[in-house]
């Protein structure tokens, strides 16, 4: 079938969010984990968090702050915290319930039966459960005027991954993680592995990588 | 293993790249196809395409303006238009391919065997070959100032996609169309399906969809 812009318009809200939400292809699944500095830990899932560049280590992350997110969104300008939690095929259904609309004193870790995990100074929480996470200290905000969501702008600081998913060459084995991506607004998936190509070259077919 | 920030300086370019790139969890996989409005096509890999909003439809892409990624931008820069093509498992070698860095006056379409398509008033060309794609008028570019990268916000204008895709609420499944996703730098997935969960409630397990 064929799309327009006005077609996009005339959908009702709901499905429209579906059908839009598919367009871009598969996102990552990660748990942002934070706190209020009195003793409330929050959870959330997020399906937006983007890499930005490797030196230095930056991670993007866009936020809708009329939402759910908007505890998660407090903490972190609360703090300067947030951790990343890669989403495992392990608690992928824990994952998807921390969106679920909780009040501000229930944490998200029990309610969905993940365990809390402190890791450096950082003084939000990780997720135990999760193989690859990290710390990350808020470094700018910026706004998408079009509407209104915010692009949230962080410094990878410490992190922990398992040792059987490092590479050789630096790259991650995300499939011996199991982690987890996301389509559209409800849809979760494990990767299955096509393979890794060589660097593109000019007149050159891309030749299989082992690792 | 335990990594912090320092550890991640210390890292040899490449292996940092391969490293921090892979942080982010999965990343979608979509062709742009661009035109210098002079005749010359041009494709490139991207796998920063991320989901902005769904009313209006916007969607976003980060691009760093000194990589091959150049001809990309200067043609939507010339011409205010783009496509945006989900990468299958038909082609993933060629869309791989596309990175690699072919002068100005060679087609990426030519080089790696890909086949333009032309729908409505964008100038920009699609893939033929792609089973979801749009095109994209810029909206509006904004700097991050922390490592100079790009982001490009662009409006859904016009689309196509397979109709034994489209579920009944909106959401499209993905996995019916091969859709590839990217892990770091040259990693290729597509996506096994764990299941759909029903929108998440306080205090209520999430269930699982049919679609």
Known sequence: MQFSKD??????????????????????????GTTDGKGNHNLAIVSSVVHLGAHPPLVAMIMR?????????????????????????????AAHQTSAKYAVHESEFDAVGLEPQFIGECPAPFVS?????????????????????????????QGEVSDNALCSDGHIDLNSIDTVAITG???????????????????????????
Request: glycine share 8%; net charge neutral; proline share 4%.
């Open 185 to 211: 607004l409800d849809g979760y998936h494990v990767g299955s592995r096509l393979g890794r190509l060589s660097y593109a070259q000019p007149h050159v077919w891309p030749s299989a990588l082992d690792d």
């Open 7 to 32: 077609d996009l318009g005339a959908m009702p809200s709901r499905y429209r969010a579906h059908f839009v939400n598919s367009l871009s292809g598969y996102k990552s699944a990660n748990l942002v």
């Open 129 to 157: 459960q999760s193989l690859l996470k990290y710390s990350v200290k808020l470094v700018a905000e910026q706004v998408i005027e079009q509407n209104g969501t915010l692009i949230l702008i962080g410094a990878i600081e």
């Open 65 to 93: 702050p009329d939402v759910v997110e908007r505890h998660t969104l407090s903490n972190i300008r609360a703090t300067g915290w947030y951790t990343i939690n890669q989403v495992n095929s392990g608690f992928w259904q």
